[in-house]
């Protein structure tokens, strides 16, 4: 089986994305007996969709783990709803500037993660990684990606695993910050997480993904 992960381009004048570090550093690589497929989306409201229906195509993942960067956030926040709104707080990196805008007409209000987020939850903390459990991917790009992924494997009949996971800065972001006269120098208001660290987040919420879904699957034959 293949798992789909996703990460975000660089955006907002910056040189890295940590998203995009893990899609490719993992691309490739089998975890659980899983083999990761990794897919990085443009930081744009007009072609976000047209990114996810594609990756989703391609790859016909039986499970879908999609990630993005959430400045100023001091741990791995593991989103467990997306919502049918596009409000962005700044332009994405095209320009885009959309308020009040509904990213399907027809679509339900919201898509609930169907990754089992607690156990992820239980399982990084379980192995020293500072996580949390969020009820709000807010309304800029990551949301969009949660959203519509539920909403395209739902139209495809694919009933992959799906959900969304928030990263820190990198280190290296906020040394940029800090050395930016224009920037909020304050290192209180930017914490940071290593690369290493993330990408073995990552690792242990795929592999906790796949074993509560063994789980799930022998009780059901039980």
Not at 4 to 21: H, K, Q, R, V, Y
Not at 49 to 78: F, N, W
């Amino acid at each position: 089986m293949t798992v789909l992960l996703t990460g975000f381009e660089p955006f907002d004048g910056g040189s890295i994305n940590p998203s995009a570090e893990i899609a490719r550093a993992l691309d490739g690589h089998t975890i659980g007996g899983l083999r990761v497929t990794g897919r990085v989306y443009p930081v744009s409201m007009r072609r976000i969709a047209g990114a996810i229906a594609a990756a989703l195509d391609e790859t016909k993942p039986g499970m879908v783990v999609s990630l993005g960067l959430a400045g100023g956030e001091p741990a791995i926040r593991l989103e467990r709803v997306g919502v049918n709104l596009a409000d962005f707080p700044v332009a994405d990196k095209y320009g885009a500037l959309p308020k009040d805008l509904k990213l399907s007409p027809d679509g339900p209000d919201a898509f609930a993660s169907t990754l089992p987020m607690r156990e992820i939850h239980a399982a990084l903390l379980q192995a020293g990684i500072p996580a949390r459990l969020s009820n709000s991917a807010g309304t800029y790009l990551c949301n969009a990606s949660l959203y519509l992924t539920g909403l395209m494997l739902k139209e495809r009949g694919n009933g992959a695993g799906f959900g969304f996971i928030h990263l820190p800065y990198l280190p290296q972001q906020v040394a940029a910050l800090l050395a930016d006269p224009k920037a909020d120098r304050d290192p209180d208001k930017h914490p940071s997480m290593s690369l290493d660290t993330m990408i073995r987040a990552v690792e242990t919420a795929i592999a906790a993904a796949q074993s509560n879904a063994t789980m799930v699957r022998a009780a059901s034959r039980s």
